[in-house]
């Protein structure tokens, strides 16, 4: 088997220099007695700015960003799990997403060794809490040139809503939470294709939960078997080695969640493959995994490569707040602007803070406040809150821009940060929030500030 072992990132204390350095930039940003101008907020108050889809994680897998993932497993460590894997050089195919010179990928493999079992799931870290999201990623699945027969049972899986406490696995014992699909790419088990629901998110009057029979409605008469006539049309061989199911190919997995109507859809190259519902909501952690529970070792070239992961929330469909005050032009060309997900309920404690337009590999923190205000910082654009302000400046709240523009960060409302102290939120208050960045201005070591967020809690 390909083995290599993930070099982790010293993100913390990558984090802590630069720490070190943007907080000087920041006591002297808020050290001003802010200049309060309530007419002029209220003047400059408009409705969060709305998009067709705002992607809240992009991974393509060219650096090592291991450390933006937690992995859960089984406890039996038979299997490679290697970020930042150049597969192309190592003679597979280009992601069909990917851009010439972009060739890392998520490597993984299971059972590498006789008479061993091997389960893993990888949650990143960011959790989705939205009404409407998709999540896309582009798959490999490595089976041998001569085709199946080798009883590998190695299934990839990709999931949405989990609480991140246990590891995907399609197969006895079946383990897992939120909801995921699971496939192979050799078609050697009468279930190459499968998707899993909470028990909790089983409808009433339903009895199906965990991994749904392939006779359940969601999966759209299609079965679950490489052999049926939808998978046989939907993956021919050739290209696929292994007819019916993306043996040796690349297949692009899709998951849309409709939280609203209680509805999921899963795709493969944009085919609509099954369509379920369920009860109350998938929201939490997202994830990508590789299990096989047989212990067979499995043939050096079944492996499974992950590359372009990108989950994105639909329409602004949860989206809560209302943006107020003026920023500053940053380097990119255009102000900075805040957002949040979720919900107003304070003891829902279900609040996302974004801030996008931003420059990329900067890095910054969210603010907040009890009171909002106005007084222009030099060198650093214009504060929107006064008062007691609070930073999340802590080493796990500090951020970097993504190759997207945006950072993104779950508050806890039961603990508030203030100058001294945490506060919970209390229903009738509004929270005023902003985000701090660094910025090079003409070559020049700066800092800005995006515009402001107020949401009133119920």
């Known amino acids: 088997m390909l083995r290599s072992s993930p070099k982790r990132a010293p993100r913390a204390s990558l984090a802590l220099m630069h720490a070190r350095i943007l907080f000087p930039f920041l006591d002297h940003a808020m050290g001003i007695d802010p200049l309060r101008s309530t007419a002029l907020v209220a003047a400059s108050v408009v409705l969060a700015a709305q998009s067709s889809a705002q992607v809240v994680i992009s991974d393509d897998f060219e650096t090592d960003t291991s450390a933006n993932y937690t992995r859960v497993d089984d406890g039996i460590f038979d299997g490679t799990t290697t970020f930042a894997f150049d597969y192309v050089t190592a003679g597979f195919p280009l992601a069909p997403r990917s851009g010439m010179g972009d060739t890392g990928g998520l490597f993984m493999s299971a059972n590498d060794t006789l008479n061993a079992v091997d389960g893993f799931t990888l949650f990143h870290n960011t959790p989705v809490n939205a009404d409407i999201y998709r999540l896309d990623v582009d ?29 995907n696995q399609l197969f006895l014992p079946i383990s897992g939470d939120g909801a995921y699909i699971a496939f192979d790419g050799d078609g050697d088990v009468l279930s190459d294709f499968r998707w899993f629901r909470d028990p ?36 021919p061989s050739p290209p696929s080695i292994v007819s019916g199911v993306p043996g040796g190919i690349w297949t692009t997995v899709t998951i849309e969640v409709d939280n609203l109507a209680g509805q999921i859809a899963f795709s493969f190259d944009g085919q609509l493959t099954f369509l379920g519902d369920y009860e109350g909501r998938f929201d ?18 079944t492996i499974t490569i992950y ?45 996302t803070l974004n801030a996008s337009n931003l420059p990329v590999g900067q890095f910054g923190i969210f603010v907040t406040s009890l009171t909002d205000g106005f007084s222009m910082v030099p060198n650093s654009g214009n504060l929107c809150l006064s008062g ?20 993104f960060f779950q508050i806890d409302t039961t603990m508030m940060p203030q100058p001294a102290v ?14 701090w960045h660094r910025d090079f201005v003409g070559g020049m070591a700066s800092s800005n500030f995006t515009d402001g967020l107020m949401i009133p809690f119920s």
């Open 139 to 167: 798959v490999y699945m490595g089976v041998p040139a001569t085709g199946g027969g080798f009883g590998t049972t190695e299934h990839a899986h990709v999931g949405v809503g989990s609480d991140a406490s246990t590891w």
């Open 200 to 235: 909790d998110n089983t409808p009433a009057g339903e009895t199906d939960n965990t991994t749904l029979p392939n006779s359940h409605p969601s999966y759209l008469g299609n079965g679950s078997n490489n052999t049926g006539p939808f998978f046989q049309s939907l993956f």
């Open 284 to 301: 939490g952690f997202t994830s990508l995994g590789l299990a096989d529970t047989f212990s067979s070792e499995g043939p050096a070239e």
């Open 307 to 351: 590359d372009n992961f990108t989950v994105e929330i639909i329409s602004g469909s949860n989206s809560i707040g209302s943006n107020y005050c003026t920023a500053l032009t940053n380097s990119t060309g255009v102000i900075g602007t805040m957002g949040a997900s979720g919900s107003q309920i304070a003891t829902d404690n279900n609040v």
């Open 388 to 407: 007691q302000i609070g930073r999340y400046q802590q080493l796990n709240q500090i951020q970097q821009v993504d190759a997207n523009g945006q950072f």
């Open 422 to 435: 945490t506060v919970p939120i209390q229903p009738g208050e509004t929270w005023y929030f902003q985000a």
